[in-house]
């Protein structure tokens, strides 16, 4: 089943998404009067569409390592430096996962992966070739980890 909505706005609650905008229904002209479209039988209500179970998806890219300067000093292109290993980003991204964003419960569990992706959008600070990602999901109950370390990110 689908529902012909036209999307104003949308907002996520403990891993609930809720669309909010216009829908169009059939009216019954006896009961409205002339209301209506150009057609005279449809008229355009609010509504809100609520999405539960929602899973996040985090996306982490590996910091560059620390490289020395080559010969004539100049510092290498960064698409040839090396990243650090995803294992130790996966460790990193555990200890500010738990307990700050998904408590030490039984049932609580987050996932995590290697995954190639091509970055397409206008921070130039994030290569745009493809890179490995360590791709990190969890139920979307649980709230995103803190900004300064979405903003600044970790060690690794």
Request: charged residues 30%; negative net charge; hydrophobic residues 30%.
């Amino acid at each position: 089943p689908y529902l012909d909505m036209y999307w104003l706005d949308a907002s996520e609650r403990n891993g609930v998404v809720s669309l909010y905008g216009k829908v169009r229904v059939l009216i019954d002209k006896k009961q409205h009067g002339k209301k209506g479209d150009e057609q005279g039988n449809f008229v355009y209500q609010s509504c809100c569409v609520t999405i539960p179970n929602n899973e996040r998806n985090l996306f982490v890219l590996p910091r560059l390592l620390p490289s020395s300067e080559n010969a004539e000093g100049d510092e290498e292109d960064e698409s040839t430096q090396e990243r650090h290993p995803i294992g130790d980003v996966y460790a990193e991204i555990g200890s500010v996962l738990r307990p700050s964003c998904i408590p030490n419960v039984k049932g609580a569990e987050w996932k995590a992966k290697p995954v190639t992706r091509s970055y397409a959008f206008e921070d130039p600070s994030i290569p745009r070739g493809e890179c490995q990602y360590l791709k990190v999901v969890y139920d979307g109950k649980y709230p995103v980890p803190d900004r300064n370390v979405c903003v600044n990110g970790g060690k690794t």
